[in-house]
C-alpha cells in the first residue's frame, strides 16, 4: 500500500510593487464560513488603529495556516530561541530584577500578615 503524494509546493511569485507593512496589532473576527483578519498598525499616542489589511480565510483555510504558523513559531526557537511575552517570568527577569524597596509600614506599625 502506498501513501498519497502531495502536490509539490507551489513557487510564490512577488511582484515589483508590492509592499511590506508593519503590523503590531490584529481584530480577528468570524461568521459560519469566514475567518476575517484586519491587520493594523498602532503608534503610541493613537487612539484608532489604522486597518492596513484584510485577509479573509475559509475555516480550513485558517485551520491550515494556523498549523503552519506554529510549525514556523517551533522552527524560529529551536533556531533562536524562547519567545517571551511580556509578562512571562523567566529565570533571568527574576536574576536581573531591579531591587524592590522595602515596604512602608502602616500606621500602626509593621502590617502583620494576615491569618
Do not use: C
Request: charged residues 15%.
Amino acid at each position: 500500500m502506498t501513501s498519497p503524494q502531495r502536490p509539490p509546493a507551489p513557487n510564490f511569485e512577488l511582484q515589483d510593487g508590492v509592499e511590506s507593512i508593519y503590523i503590531n496589532l490584529v481584530r480577528i473576527s468570524h461568521s459560519a464560513t469566514e475567518l476575517v483578519m484586519d491587520f493594523a498598525s498602532m503608534l503610541p499616542g493613537q487612539t484608532n488603529p489604522r486597518v492596513l489589511s484584510r485577509i479573509l480565510m475559509s475555516p480550513i483555510g485558517a485551520k491550515l495556516f494556523y498549523r503552519a504558523l506554529g510549525e514556523n513559531l517551533a522552527r524560529y526557537e529551536a533556531t533562536f530561541g524562547e519567545i517571551y511575552l511580556p509578562g512571562d517570568v523567566t529565570l533571568a527577569t527574576e536574576l536581573f530584577r531591579p531591587p524592590q524597596p522595602p515596604e512602608a509600614p502602616g500606621p500602626n506599625g509593621p502590617s502583620a500578615p494576615l491569618k
